[in-house]
């Protein structure tokens, strides 16, 4: 192989090389990105978890004062919440159900 074969190979490694670098510093870029929105995020996540905190220390000082018991209230929100949580269940299991009884039916 004459100098020009390998000149030719070397030009070759060359545009590989630059082209791993390019991809590396759009990948570097991508994750500082990444970083700074996860940060961001994290924030907004503490604010909000403060927020909530003096909401809910608010919300059980004003149910005190009215003679409101918040275990109570939370304890029938959340049997509330699961019964609907079961009935929406039971509903898709019942279309189903209908939708493969139709298919073997007809059959």
């Not at 670098?21 to 500082?32: E, F, K, P």
């Not at 049997?79 to 209908?98: F, K, P, Y």
Request: charged share 35%; net charge negative; no cysteine.
């Amino acid at each position: 192989m004459g100098l020009g074969g390998t000149a030719k190979k070397l030009q070759k490694v060359t545009e590989m090389a630059e082209d791993v670098y390019t991809r590396l510093n759009d990948l570097r870029d991508q994750i500082v990105e990444m970083r700074e929105t996860t940060q961001d995020t994290a924030d907004r996540v503490d604010r909000l978890e403060k927020e909530t905190a003096e909401m809910r220390a608010i919300l059980e000082t004003l149910a005190e004062q009215e003679g409101i018991d918040v275990d109570t209230v939370t304890a029938e929100a959340h049997i509330a919440e699961a019964e609907a949580d079961d009935a929406t269940a039971a509903d898709r299991a019942n279309d189903s159900g209908e939708a493969d009884g139709a298919s073997e039916s007809d059959a």
